[in-house]
């Protein structure tokens, strides 16, 4: 499970980016962290999967702290950010390979996921293609599968349905729904209202 | 870990060299012309740096030579490569290290800081040993030719040559690193940035300056052994080639090695905190309102552009060194007498003489400063702003050769006012000596524009790139170099020795 407490995040003058937020997620939950702009929802997305560092508080995941565990944490979750900043010069293929190969991934699993994944968000034909050719809505796509190809058991999502056209958004949805049923996988995301969140 | 180095590593390079758009299909010919392009500057870039490191081992050979110190050339030119790498490591590691734009998506994976960090280090010592080798291969080449001593040296030359840019490098990250940590410390960090670098640059060139003339007249082997103690690397470097010392090059290697690991070690602890803390922003305060100006769409983009200049500091170092590097010699000659170039021009008895060094002082370093050669592909991926912008295409070029304009303008008549005080020139030089250049600085802006217009780039990993390596930035730097080098030689090959003559052709050009 995800365990966040009392988060405090501070800048450099002193201001408070993120003021003690506490919040559980347990396995098979969907959590949707919703705010208005520039409340802090990403500060607090990044500091989860360590990207940034905080002053107060305690991120664990499955019992292991993000600061003490940083690359065991990792391994068993996936991020996706607000933006798809990827290697633009990297083919889907490529990227997705690298991602897969970080993670350690079998060369038959690796091959499943990416098959299956790649055919959910029909994404496999452009998979050849240089990743700056992509639109928005595709290297949204491409992050996602690479998100999910290594079987993480928490993903953080960051507006993960904008850019996507409605039938990617109902098969992320699918596809939550589908990991979740067996307490397999968590979420976290933040989104605004009437991208998607609503239907969650 | 020594697994995930290596993916990292290819696909960085896939995706830095763009790999996949020259074997594969993507847009194979506009993409292959560009990358043909660049190759044939890569090797005209080359041939020159050949041509110059033949000239000045000459000029060593012959001087070194008939001392019995010809075996302190190569260290020499190894000192010379390990300032360059230096200097270019500051702001590489800075961009690179510190930088990049992929920091959070590799740092939202599981892999080791010490890795992201060796793999980047990895990177960078790639792309200094283009530079390396070559100075270093044809001078110990040269150098065989003339002594006449066998293949073994070359040999042992190119092996220690992998070396020649570890401690540079660790040097300049560690520094990029000081600069990036004090910066967090202050609001607006990219101007302090910028600040401590030019500080630094210049200091790094005008303090050598200050020594006294007359090191070089009495050199002795003891004492070259002294001066070249003071990197101790070159120093082992020249007894591992001296006499083949197996002790000094084993020194020499495992020492490379040890400091790359330390440095490794140390500052993978460091990597995240400090990118962290670049990254962090301070939170404005509340916005309490303010008393709104209107002003016309160009004075806009011109502020607009001014700001990106100053706010960057790779773009400002790159783009205006020439002209740091003419205001602090400005300030520099105006306040001394009797040392380094000021005691060069000040012993030059004839007047014209005087004038044509300032002359040639303000032209090039005015040549080498050139925003516009990458101001269009720094719009990046936001080119979309200016693209449904209702303005004029005109305006927004005009507004970045103003910038040009703008920031060279207030140096030229600052140091050219400054070198007149001083030098006793008369009014009508002291014309000629602003408007030529503010011509020069015209010219250059233009050509950079254009060059800029022909050969954009837009989908780049950090803006290091497009200032340092587009074809764009090269061209609008080193054409009007070249040209005023072409200017220069057909000048002193005339009759008339005169300063009008190299300004008057320069102004024809």
């Not at chain 2, 961009?95 to 990049?100: A, E, G, I």
């Not at chain 2, 020439?322 to 040392?339: E, H, R, V």
């Not at chain 2, 011509?439 to 060059?451: E, H, T, V, W, Y």
Request: charge should be positive; charged fraction near 15%.
């Amino acid at each position: 499970m995800l365990k966040i407490s009392n988060l405090t995040k501070i800048y450099k003058n002193q201001k408070k980016a993120v003021d003690n937020v506490t919040i559980n997620i347990e396995p098979g939950d969907i959590y949707g962290f919703i705010g208005h702009n520039g409340a802090g929802k990403t500060t607090t997305i990044k500091c989860i999967v360590g990207i940034l560092g905080f002053e107060e508080g305690e991120i664990l995941i499955d019992e292991m702290s993000i600061k003490d565990k940083p690359i065991e944490c990792k391994k068993i979750m996936a991020y996706i950010p607000d933006e798809a900043d990827v290697y633009e010069n990297l083919t889907g293929i490529q990227y997705l390979e690298f991602v897969a190969d970080i993670y350690g991934m079998d060369a038959n699993k690796k091959r499943e996921n990416i098959e299956k994944y790649s055919q959910l968000f029909e994404m496999k034909e452009n998979l050849s293609a240089v990743i700056s050719s992509y639109s928005h809505g595709m290297k949204q796509k491409l992050v996602l599968i690479s998100a999910l190809i290594h079987e993480p058991k928490l993903l953080v999502l960051d507006e993960p349905f904008v850019g996507l056209d409605p039938k990617a958004s109902h098969t992320l949805k699918q596809i939550m729904l589908e990991l979740c049923k067996n307490r397999r996988c968590y979420f976290l995301f933040y989104a605004c209202i009437g991208s998607g969140t609503k239907t969650m | 870990m020594k697994n995930n180095l290596l993916t990292l590593l290819k696909y960085k390079l896939i995706n830095d060299f763009k790999l996949n758009k020259t074997s594969k299909n993507h847009d194979a010919k506009s993409s292959g012309d560009t990358m043909k392009k660049r190759l044939r500057l890569y090797v005209l870039v080359g041939a020159i740096i050949v041509f110059y490191v033949w000239i000045y081992f000459q000029q060593f050979y012959t001087q070194f030579k008939p001392l019995g110190l010809e075996q302190y050339i190569l260290p020499i030119f190894m000192v010379i490569v390990s300032l360059i790498v230096f200097i270019y490591s500051i702001r590489l590691t800075e961009n690179v290290l510190f930088k990049s734009k992929d920091y959070e998506m590799l740092s939202a994976l599981p892999i080791q800081p010490k890795t992201i960090l060796s793999s980047k280090l990895i990177y960078i010592l790639g792309i200094n040993y283009f530079l390396s080798f070559l100075i270093m291969l044809p001078a110990s080449i040269m150098f065989v030719a003339q002594e006449g001593i066998n293949v073994t040296y070359v040999i042992l030359t190119f092996i220690l040559t992998f070396f020649i840019p570890v401690i540079p490098i660790v040097l300049g990250a560690l520094i990029a690193m000081a600069i990036g940590y004090i910066a967090t410390k202050f609001r607006y960090t990219n101007l302090v940035t910028t600040a401590i670098m030019i500080i630094f640059l210049l200091s790094f060139i005008f303090v050598p300056s200050m020594m006294p003339d007359d090191v070089m007249s009495t050199v002795t082997n003891e004492q070259m052994d002294s001066y070249i103690k003071s990197y101790y690397p070159a120093y082992l470097f020249k007894n591992a080639l001296q006499d083949m010392n197996i002790l000094s090059s084993t020194i020499y290697i495992v020492g490379n090695i040890l400091i790359f690991i330390v440095f490794v070690t140390l500052i993978g602890k460091l990597y995240n905190y400090i990118n962290q803390k670049l990254k962090e922003k301070f939170k404005a305060n509340k916005f309490r309102g303010k008393e709104y100006k209107s002003s016309s769409a160009f004075s806009a983009m011109l502020r607009k552009e001014l700001k990106k200049v100053f706010t960057t500091p790779v773009y400002l170092l790159n783009s205006c060194f020439g002209l740091f590097i003419l205001l602090g010699l400005s300030i520099f000659m105006f306040f001394t007498n009797d040392i380094g170039i000021t005691n060069m021009i000040n012993q030059l008895e004839m007047l014209p003489y005087r004038e044509s060094i300032i002359a040639i002082i303000l032209i090039f370093t005015v040549a080498l400063s050139c925003t516009t050669g990458s101001s269009i592909s720094l719009e990046g991926k936001k080119i979309w702003i200016y693209k449904t912008m209702p303005v004029n295409v005109n305006d927004i070029l005009i507004s970045k050769l103003s910038t040009n304009l703008v920031i060279g303008l207030p140096v030229i008549i600052l140091s050219a006012s400054l070198l007149c005080i001083k030098f006793g020139f008369t009014l009508g030089v002291y014309l000629l000596l602003l408007f030529v250049p503010t011509m020069f600085l015209m010219a250059s802006a233009l050509f950079g524009l254009l060059m800029n217009l022909k050969y954009p780039v837009f989908d780049f990993e950090n803006e290091v790139y497009v200032v340092k390596r587009s074809l764009s930035s090269m061209l609008s730097v080193l054409v009007p170099m070249i040209g005023n080098i072409v200017i220069l030689t057909i000048t002193m090959l005339l009759p008339i020795n005169s300063i009008c003559a190299f300004l008057d052709l320069g102004l024809l050009i």
